[in-house]
């Protein structure tokens, strides 16, 4: 029921109660919803697996993210996230152009942001742990040098 021009002033009145009646349950009733959702970590870790493997061609290089571990810190909003990598490509060895590939973890921890907009997670302000596909990437070499030295010797 419209209460514009042409009704009269009892179906403008009826129309103002009916309003406040609404309004009235509406402010009843809200305090009572909840408007809180809870993610429990293996839910997030279910979304977040879902969207791996991620791969990126770069040149003549590709790279690869698997196996993602979400690790929610002491604090509420700080969460780490640790990852499995695998780069392979075309690299100089001994004798012309080879095929390489390194695997290593690597791992970030953040602030926890969410965008409710888009209904996504973010990681504010990384803080990117490389120390262990770097020593993964050490050793590599150490274990190639050690071969070659020997084949040398040899």
Same mark, same amino acid.
């Given at each position: 029921?419209?209460?514009?021009?042409?009704?009269?002033?009892?179906?403008?009145?009826?129309?103002? #109660? /009916?309003?406040?009646? %609404?309004?009235?349950?509406?402010?009843?009733?809200?305090?009572?919803?909840?408007? $809180? $959702?809870?993610?429990?970590?293996?839910?997030?870790?279910?979304?977040?697996?879902?969207?791996?493997?991620?791969?990126?061609?770069?040149?003549?290089?590709? %790279? !690869? %993210? =698997?196996?993602?571990? /979400? *690790? #929610?810190?002491?604090?509420?909003? =700080?969460?780490?996230? &640790?990852?499995?990598?695998?780069?392979?490509?075309?690299?100089?060895?001994?004798?012309?152009?080879?095929?390489?590939?390194?695997?290593? $973890?690597?791992?970030?921890?953040?602030? #926890?942001?969410?965008?409710?907009?888009?209904?996504?997670?973010?990681?504010?302000?990384?803080?990117? &742990? *490389? &120390?262990?596909?770097?020593?993964?990437?050490?050793?590599?070499?150490?274990?190639? *040098? &050690? !071969? #070659?030295?020997?084949?040398? $010797?040899?």
């Amino acid at each position: 029921m419209s209460a514009g021009p042409g009704h009269t002033a009892v179906e403008r009145a009826r129309v103002r #109660l /009916l309003c406040a009646v %609404l309004v009235g349950v509406a402010a009843a009733l809200l305090p009572g919803c909840t408007l $809180h $959702h809870t993610i429990t970590r293996d839910e997030l870790q279910a979304q977040l697996a879902a969207q791996f493997p991620i791969e990126r061609g770069m040149g003549l290089w590709a %790279l !690869r %993210l =698997r196996d993602p571990v /979400l *690790r #929610l810190g002491e604090r509420e909003d =700080r969460v780490r996230l &640790d990852l499995a990598v695998d780069v392979a490509g075309l690299a100089p060895e001994r004798g012309g152009v080879g095929f390489r590939s390194l695997s290593g $973890h690597a791992g970030a921890e953040g602030t #926890l942001d969410y965008q409710s907009e888009t209904g996504s997670f973010f990681l504010r302000d990384p803080v990117i &742990d *490389r &120390d262990a596909m770097i020593k993964a990437h050490v050793q590599r070499i150490r274990v190639e *040098r &050690d !071969r #070659l030295v020997v084949e040398y $010797h040899l």
